[in-house]
């Protein structure tokens, strides 16, 4: 038995086996990376024009550099959010510049979005005591130790004005309510009051030296503690018009109620104290704390009080009795700020452990929402905008971070009176049903998460929820062994089918006609919701055995069904027998989903879960990654994403291609009993058992690059941070950056045992004429089922940047008014494909781009434009920019010990 001191050689010596296995791995990748580094054309300067094979072998080689920099620039951005968030912000837009980027791109994408709400970075002079916001959340304020104020442009960052305060510097400060005017205390016993708009000073001698400082919020009144206790003083006689003591140590901080009518202090003595501006004693004593109270937030309504100590505590109290409603162990460290949010269902808390952390105040206690990373130093203050959906902090090396607190991949949470079983979105995707476990049918609008109205369904549990194609009637099924058809407007019942058996699941046909039910009786039967006859049953019904999921693919023509044992039967339309067979799967088929091609099929079991061929019902991937086996897990519209959800309490996203967790939507202490994709895949609804329904965010990889280059600062890497990360390219000697792609060249790269692939354009039979394209700007038009064809004479090693811009995107491909999701295809002078571009991920309306594309021959290239499956049609720009290639060659630096070592890991973890 080991014990502490005792000599162990086991764990060296796996240590050092796990070392030597890493070190063959380094190698292997080392290597890798010097053969693609040796096969980018713009970097092997070549007297005689290579072959086509070459040319291929080349583009092929530029390809896999092209994901493998992309995948690493993602896994880096990952592990730099916490400590540098911008810089990973920038890393993960250049990782999805190239076209069809690796899963590891969307993830660090989805990360940074969401987890991550740093929007920019502003360096104040000097240690930061106070910052805010001015009333209208235009200007941000700064106070710092040597006594500036300093006044910036949210939007922009620029400093507006800098006012200059006393000289042997500030303790304290604080602002009016309106913004208007900053207080600057001393500890020489002087406040400065800064007008901002007319730029003017005033000093008030109160001979105490100032600790902290606050003014009333209708500007009445100006409160500030010494070590003997508080004063407050009138700001239109500015006479002091009262003084209280109580406290037995040095007060931290001082506040007043939203009303003015009310003052609280907190101390050193572990104590907070509230106080009426009109009386000598204090209204009430707050005692709770076991360390130094450090700082306090009141709401607006002035019931609720937030405390935090010098353990990183935090306490919210009732305002009213004076109890403590919740302890939260909010950080590890002091606690330097704290703010409510102007409606108060929000908190933010910072410490000296560089965090800020966002809170939602529900009325049991606090819900951490996100941990807001970036600073580098302790925290001493945080505020909100007046709208709420802004914050900003300080630290004291003088960052003040301005952050986005209102994005959220959960963008609604519905509360429901019966506990959800089920649930299904309308076609329009304003309005969703769900089936409850009390029998109950609820409708929903989902926009303002307002129950509608509910009706009593069933005699049972419901157990599956659908609306028809057209959103005029809904399908309902139930334990109690009945399906029922409702008006989807009144509610009124249409239809009832008297299945016979208890069902477990329904699945209703594309078209809305026939309704496939699974019983735990063993039937699975297929009806007419139009008459409720009985259209076929599947196999003979079994007392021993009970069939619990279905699923019916979207042509019509197959029919999964599941048993509580592990079986699994694929029947044909056309046949009285399986196709096949699968026995032995990981415990009780829970849920089942065809892909929408059906070539492949979600099963979410007991232990597992799995994606299926249809074929023959081969395993073609168990994905990894959850906590405990899903109840349920869907297809997206588009077939690219997977949902599934269950007792773990995280609904995951997965990437179906390739099996890897795109994104974990979490949900403290709740299961996921149903979920569905909207019909344009762009949100998903839950129901759990917490009796929520809850709203997640499903943005595309493009969507995601847009969020993030919009609204955040993405800062390039700067030289010491390309030597350190190794960020390509690298900088010269004279400290400049090269004009070099990051990637080697943007070919996209087939995606493997993709189940649902997106289908490609076609040539047309009868081209449109074709056009000569040259750099710059190129219009033209293509006509619905047509394209456009261009020539572009390119000359080897040349690096092309290419954009196609729709000059009236469309929506869908339904929509016949303007061009969708444009697609270029490019040829090489012999007729061989070189690329295919779309957007920066399929199933999203953005135009195409192409970063750094290094031609591989010179000649006549030809260049086709066409819309997704050549379905619309419109006007466009072809942009093209071009850089000439110099054939010198550029020696390669000999990296030192540490880089390879920082190269080697990164490439072994994307490996």
């Given at each position: 038995m080991y014990r502490e001191g005792s000599p162990n050689r086991i764990p060296l010596l796996v240590l050092l086996f796990a070392l030597c296995f890493v070190a063959l791995v380094l190698l292997r990748e080392s290597g890798v990376l010097n053969a693609l580094a040796q096969a980018n054309p713009a970097n092997t300067p070549t007297a005689a024009q290579p072959t086509e094979d070459t040319a291929a072998a080349l583009a092929e080689a530029n390809a896999r550099a092209a994901r493998y920099a992309s995948m690493a620039h993602a896994l880096l951005a990952e592990r730099l959010a916490a400590d540098n968030p911008f810089l990973a912000y920038t890393l993960a837009v250049?990782?999805?510049?190239?076209?069809?980027?690796?899963?590891?791109?969307?993830?660090?994408?989805?990360?940074?979005?969401?987890?991550?709400?740093?929007?920019?970075?502003?360096?104040?002079?000097?240690?930061?005591?106070?910052?805010?916001?001015?009333?209208?959340?235009?200007?941000?304020?700064?106070?710092?130790?040597?006594?500036?104020?300093?006044?910036?442009?949210?939007?922009?960052g620029e400093v507006v004005r800098t006012l200059r305060g006393p000289r042997n510097g500030a303790s304290s400060a604080a602002f009016s309510a309106d913004g208007a005017r900053v207080y600057v205390g001393t500890w020489e016993g002087l406040i400065y009051v800064f007008d901002l708009v007319s730029g003017r000073t005033r000093r008030i001698a109160v001979n105490r030296p100032v600790e902290s400082l606050a003014v009333s919020p209708d500007s009445n009144y100006l409160l500030f503690s010494y070590y003997e206790g508080l004063s407050l003083i009138d700001l239109n006689t500015f006479e002091t018009v009262r003084q209280w003591t109580g406290h037995t140590s040095s007060v931290t901080d001082v506040l007043f109620s939203s009303d003015s009518r009310q003052a609280l202090s907190a101390s050193y003595d572990g104590t907070l104290v509230l106080w009426d501006i009109n009386q000598d004693m204090p209204l009430r004593i707050f005692i709770g704390h076991e360390e130094v109270v450090t700082v306090a937030a009141l709401n607006s309504d002035g019931t609720r009080l937030l405390s935090g100590d010098a353990s990183g505590t935090v306490l919210l109290w009732d305002i009213g009795s004076g109890q403590v409603i919740a302890r939260v162990k909010a950080h590890n460290q002091y606690v330097g700020a704290l703010a409510f949010s102007p409606d108060g269902q929000q908190a933010l808390t910072g410490s000296d452990e560089r965090t800020v952390r966002l809170w939602q105040v529900t009325a049991q206690g606090l819900r951490l929402q996100a941990t807001l990373a970036g600073h580098d130093s302790a925290i001493n203050s945080a505020a909100f905008s007046a709208d709420g959906r802004r914050a900003l902090s300080s630290d004291v090396n003088g960052g003040v971070l301005l952050w986005d607190v209102a994005r959220t991949d959960n963008p609604g949470v519905f509360a429901s009176l019966?506990?959800?079983?089920?649930?299904?979105?309308?076609?329009?995707?304003?309005?969703?049903?769900?089936?409850?476990?009390?029998?109950?049918?609820?409708?929903?609008?989902?926009?303002?998460?307002?129950?509608?109205?509910?009706?009593?369904?069933?005699?049972?549990?419901?157990?599956?929820?659908?609306?028809?194609?057209?959103?005029?009637?809904?399908?309902?099924?139930?334990?109690?062994?009945?399906?029922a058809v409702w008006d989807a407007q009144t509610q009124q019942e249409r239809l009832r089918i008297n299945v016979g058996g208890a069902i477990a699941r329904a699945v209703l046909s594309s078209d809305g006609a026939r309704l496939l039910t699974g019983t735990l009786s063993g039937e699975v039967q297929l009806w007419d919701i139009a008459s409720g006859e009985l259209v076929r049953a599947f196999g003979e019904p079994s007392e021993f055995l009970a069939i619990s999921s279905v699923a019916l693919s979207r042509d019509g023509q197959y029919v999964l069904s599941g048993s509580n044992d592990g079986r699994l039967w694929l029947w044909d339309m056309a046949a009285d027998n399986p196709l096949w067979e699968v026995s032995g799967l990981p415990g009780a088929l829970k849920h089942l989903d065809f892909?929408?091609?059906?070539?492949?099929?979600?099963?979410?079991?007991?232990?597992?879960?799995?994606?299926?061929?249809?074929?023959?019902?081969?395993?073609?991937?168990?994905?990894?990654?959850?906590?405990?086996?899903?109840?349920?897990?869907?297809?997206?519209?588009?077939?690219?994403?997977?949902?599934?959800?269950?007792?773990?309490?995280?609904?995951?996203?997965?990437?179906?291609?390739?099996?890897?967790?795109?994104?974990?939507?979490?949900?403290?202490?709740?299961?996921?009993?149903?979920?569905?994709?909207?019909?344009?895949?762009?949100?998903?609804?839950?129901?759990?058992?917490?009796?929520?329904?809850?709203?997640?965010?499903?943005?595309?990889?493009?969507?995601?690059?847009?969020?993030?280059?919009?609204?955040?600062?993405?800062?390039?890497?700067?030289?010491?941070?390309?030597?350190?990360?190794?960020?390509?390219?690298?900088?010269?000697?004279?400290?400049?950056?090269?004009?070099?792609?990051?990637?080697?060249?943007?070919?996209?790269?087939?995606?493997?045992?993709?189940?649902?692939?997106?289908p490609t354009s076609t040539p047309s039979a009868t081209p449109a004429s074709t056009q000569r394209a040259t750099v710059g700007e190129n219009r033209g038009e293509i006509a619905i089922g047509g394209g456009d064809v261009w020539t572009y004479e390119g000359s080897y090693g040349e690096t092309l940047r290419i954009q196609v811009i729709a000059e009236n995107p469309a929506n869908t491909a339904e929509d016949r008014t303007g061009l969708f999701d444009p697609l270029l295809i490019i040829y090489l002078p012999s007729g061989r494909l070189l690329l295919e571009a779309d957007d920066i991920q399929g199933g999203v309306l953005t135009d195409v781009r192409v970063e750094a594309l290094a031609l591989p021959v010179s000649g006549s290239y030809r260049f086709e434009v066409r819309s997704w499956d050549n379905q619309t049609g419109g006007a466009y720009t072809l942009v093209i920019e071009s850089t000439p290639f110099v054939p010198t060659p550029t020696p390669t630096p000999t990296p030192t010990p540490e880089a390879m070592g920082r190269r080697d890991i990164l490439g072994a973890r994307s490996g």
């Open positions: 250049d990782a999805a510049r190239i076209n069809n980027p690796p899963p590891q791109v969307h993830a660090a994408l989805f990360t940074l979005t969401y987890n991550y709400r740093a929007l920019r970075r502003i360096a104040a002079p000097n240690n930061v005591l106070n910052a805010a916001y001015n009333a209208d959340g235009s200007q941000m304020m700064a106070v710092t130790v040597d006594g500036r104020v300093i006044v910036w442009d949210s939007a922009s019966y506990m959800p079983s089920s649930v299904a979105y309308a076609p329009d995707g304003r309005l969703a049903v769900t089936g409850s476990w009390e029998n109950m049918l609820t409708l929903w609008d989902v926009r303002s998460g307002a129950a509608l109205t509910s009706w009593m369904g069933h005699s049972g549990q419901i157990t599956s929820v659908a609306f028809t194609p057209d959103g005029t009637s809904i399908v309902s099924a139930s334990f109690d062994g009945t399906a892909a929408p091609d059906g070539r492949s099929a979600l099963v979410a079991a007991d232990r597992g879960l799995l994606l299926l061929n249809r074929e023959d019902g081969a395993v073609l991937r168990q994905f990894e990654g959850y906590r405990s086996a899903p109840e349920v897990a869907i297809f997206s519209p588009d077939g690219h994403y997977a949902l599934s959800g269950g007792l773990d309490f995280d609904t995951i996203l997965w990437d179906v291609a390739t099996g890897n967790i795109l994104h974990r939507f979490r949900s403290e202490y709740s299961a996921t009993y149903g979920l569905d994709f909207s019909p344009d895949g762009r949100r998903a609804l839950s129901v759990r058992d917490d009796l929520t329904l809850r709203v997640w965010e499903i943005p595309s990889l493009a969507e995601l690059v847009n969020i993030l280059t919009t609204e955040r600062v993405l800062p390039l890497p700067t030289c010491a941070q390309r030597i350190q990360y190794l960020i390509e390219p690298l900088c010269d000697e004279n400290g400049s950056v090269p004009a070099a792609a990051a990637f080697p060249t943007l070919t996209p790269t087939p995606v493997v045992s993709t189940p649902t692939p997106r």
